[in-house]
């Protein structure tokens, strides 16, 4: 499988981005989906993902409220509306099938995009 993502930048804090990512080689509905995001030097944090069964949304603590994920399985895309951005936010956003946290609710086969890079300047 194949991930690609698309949409990162640079924005002022307050602002917004959005973020896609692209799927093929495998049936996405099949396939939970979600969003990662790492500082370099720091762990990978699962920030978002939405289930392939039912279409739960889970969503960090630190997003909350000002991200929203969202799939289209007929495009095979995966999107992330990212608003009122803060400096912390900086990071590398990847796409991948196998999010972690979440209680496990989104892990699957280790698909992976190679990311797109978010900053936010203060």
């Known amino acids: 499988g194949q991930l690609v993502e698309s949409g990162g930048g640079s924005v002022q804090a307050g602002g917004s981005l959005r973020l896609s990512c692209a799927a093929s080689?495998?049936?996405?509905?099949?396939?939970?989906i979600g969003w990662v995001r790492q500082v370099p030097g720091k762990e990978r944090e699962g920030i978002s993902c939405?289930?392939?069964?039912?279409?739960?949304?889970y969503y960090a603590d630190s997003v909350k409220g000002r991200f929203t994920i969202s799939r289209d399985n007929a495009k095979s895309m995966v999107y992330l509306q990212m608003n009122n951005l803060k400096p912390d936010d900086t990071a590398i956003y990847y796409c991948?099938?196998?999010?972690?946290?979440?209680?496990?609710?989104?892990?699957?086969?280790?698909?992976w995009g190679s990311g797109t890079q978010v900053t936010v300047s203060s």
């Open positions: 991948t099938t196998d999010t972690p946290g979440f209680g496990g609710a989104c892990l699957g086969p280790d698909y």
């Open positions: 080689g495998f049936f996405f509905p099949d396939y939970s």
């Open positions: 939405v289930t392939d069964s039912d279409g739960s949304i």
